[in-house]
């Protein structure tokens, strides 16, 4: 590790000193801190009082572009939450990128190669944001963003933007478990075609297809899938008023082999807002939203719910990232306002429910047994269907040279679901959020 570090040191120092006449090496990053106060975390009565942490992020980026045509980008990350590194003498230290507080992680690592005015190539570990991010992203706001490994090419055309990928998702080693599969892995190979040269009040339209195809047997795999994943969103603006649409649809097969058993797949989503902006009245935006996603009704020959992939998980669903897609229902209602050209101010409210009532939830923050036993299928000893509300406060401010704080409380009220389940989450769970970001 320290070797590491050493070296990226130095590449630091000398960057400039000695690359070629032809090479133009430039940095750019963010270092941001955040402390994050969680009031009755588990919402279980006589539970654990709060949870406070600080954490904080150092991102820094380095091109490499020799000429028009060839482009090379490296991304380094060191992610720490404060007291658990091994250093401060801790025996059990914390994890935040898979390893330790003391690693430095490369998240990205591409090449870039155009070959023509319309045609280019990347190829290495990247970023994939598609349209609103409701089927990959980025999720930038994670501690390490997701990174995808593999080859994609992009054509710019007068009419449209095409991008063809083809990514080596997960490797899952040498498996023995049922019939053999010497090579399981999972694969995605997809088309993203953004439209260009829409009328006024179209700001996006963007179609996109994925094949998955998955061949496991180890823990946690189902067999064989072949899966197809189909999206469609326009979104914009006209006459004040905001809008956007997404629809996403899921089909193909699962082979079981420890039945066996072939399942059909069968899922949906949609994800609407409508909107009104006054930029008269101190840029006033008022916002309703609707989103709902399929949930599974525990047949033994077809699977319903909706696998939300690589979504933008903070940007939907309550910043408090308390529940996730996946056999979900939920509307909210937002406003937000600049009383300066600096500073933000928001105000949302989301009501949360299950699509299917047999079906579980996909707990992304409640601490409990039942959330952490099943992460994607927590609290299913319940039929009800009401998971909660919640209400989110929050405003930033915006200094000169890219230094920015924000502020927000959150309060996710538990409903029927959480409060009749094993575990009783009835309880109201607080959180107060703090951030302060440094870009360069």
Request: proline content about 3%; overall charge negative.
């Amino acid at each position: 590790m320290k070797r590491l570090v050493l070296l990226a040191a130095a590449l630091g120092v000398t960057v400039g000193a000695n690359a070629a006449d032809d090479v133009e090496l430039k940095h750019s990053g963010e270092f941001r801190l955040r402390y994050l106060n969680d009031m009755n975390p588990t919402g279980v009565d006589n539970a654990s009082d709060s949870a406070a942490d600080f954490q904080h992020r150092f991102k820094w980026n380095i091109t490499a572009r020799k000429g028009e045509n060839l482009q090379a980008f490296l991304g380094l990350i060191h992610g720490a939450s404060w007291g658990n590194d091994v250093n401060a003498g801790n025996t059990n230290p914390g994890v935040i990128d898979g390893s330790s507080d003391d690693s430095l992680t490369v998240n990205r690592a591409w090449g870039w190669w155009k070959t023509s005015d319309a045609l280019s190539w990347k190829f290495g570990r990247m970023g994939l944001e598609i349209a609103d991010g409701s089927f990959f992203s980025e999720n930038d706001w994670l501690d390490i963003p997701t990174a995808h490994e593999g080859v994609m090419g992009m054509w710019d055309m007068d009419f449209a933007k095409v991008s063809l990928f083809g990514l080596k998702a997960a490797e899952f080693g040498y498996q023995t478990v049922g019939a053999r599969t010497p090579d399981p892995e999972r694969n995605l190979y997809g088309i993203s075609v953004d439209l260009k040269n829409m009328p006024e009040a179209i700001k996006m339209a963007n179609l996109l297809f994925v094949q998955e195809n998955r061949d496991e047997t180890g823990p946690g795999g189902a067999g064989a899938t072949n899966a197809q994943n189909i999206g469609l969103t326009v979104g914009g603006d006209t006459m004040n008023i905001l809008y956007k649409a997404t629809l996403g649809f899921q089909t193909g097969k699962i082979k079981d082999r420890s039945t066996p058993v072939n399942i059909d797949l069968n899922a949906s989503m949609y994800d609407l807002m409508l909107g009104y902006a006054m930029p008269d009245v101190m840029g006033l935006k008022i916002t309703a939203g609707y989103h709902s996603d399929t949930g599974d009704k525990a047949s033994a020959t077809k699977n319903e719910r909706w696998d939300p992939m690589y979504y933008d998980v903070h940007n939907y669903a309550g910043l408090m990232d308390v529940v996730g897609w996946g056999n979900l229902t939920y509307w909210n209602v937002a406003a937000s306002l600049m009383p300066t050209d600096t500073i933000e101010t928001g105000l949302a409210y989301y009501m949360f429910s299950k699509t299917e009532g047999g079906d579980g939830i996909n707990a992304l923050s409640i601490q409990s047994a039942a959330a952490a036993a099943a992460p994607a299928r927590g609290f299913t000893g319940t039929t009800d269907k009401e998971i909660g509300s919640e209400i989110d406060v929050w405003a930033n401010k915006s200094y000169e040279g890219g230094f920015k704080i924000g502020a927000r409380y959150g309060a996710f009220m538990p409903g029927k679901t959480l409060k009749n389940s094993a575990t009783k989450v009835d309880q109201t769970i607080s959180q107060v959020f703090l951030q302060a970001s440094m870009g360069f």
